[in-house]
C-alpha cells in the first residue's frame, strides 16, 4: 500500500521557520532518493531539495540554500525538511515523493506553507 503524508506546514512570517515531515510507505521510500516538491494548481511543480537513501548526497534549488535542510530516518521511513528565513515566495504547497518521478507516480495530500511579508 501506497503512503504519502505530509504534515508541518502552517502560517508564518517573513524570516520565521517551519519544520515539514512526510511519512511514507516502505515500497515508496526505501533505496530511493527522495525529494521534497513544491507545487500550487495553476503553478508548475518545482523540485526543492533531495536527498539520497544514505543521505550522503543533498541538492537544493538555488533559491533556497543555505535557509532549507533535508533530512530522512530510513528506519522510520520518514524525512524532514527544516525552512528557515521563509520568504514570501516560498509560499506553495509542499509535497515528499521519490527523487525520480514517473507519469503515474502517486502523490500525497500535501500540506500549505504560508510566508506572509
Known amino acids: 500500500q501506497v503512503q504519502l503524508v505530509e504534515s508541518g506546514g502552517g502560517l508564518v512570517q517573513a524570516g520565521g521557520a517551519l519544520r515539514l515531515s512526510c511519512a511514507a510507505s516502505r515500497s515508496i521510500f526505501s533505496g530511493y532518493s527522495m525529494a521534497w516538491y513544491r507545487h500550487a494548481p495553476g503553478k508548475q511543480r518545482e523540485l526543492v531539495a533531495s536527498?539520497?537513501?544514505?543521505?550522503?548526497?543533498?541538492n537544493y534549488v538555488d533559491s533556497v540554500k543555505g535557509r532549507f535542510t533535508i533530512s530522512r530516518d530510513n528506519a522510520k521511513n520518514t524525512m524532514s525538511l527544516q525552512m528557515n528565513s521563509l520568504k514570501a515566495e516560498d509560499t506553495d504547497d509542499y509535497y515528499c515523493?521519490?527523487?525520480?518521478?514517473?507519469?503515474?507516480?502517486?502523490w500525497g495530500q500535501g500540506t500549505q506553507v504560508t510566508v506572509s511579508s
Open positions: 515523493n521519490r527523487l525520480s518521478l514517473r507519469r503515474e507516480s502517486y
Open positions: 536527498i539520497s537513501f544514505g543521505s550522503t548526497v543533498r
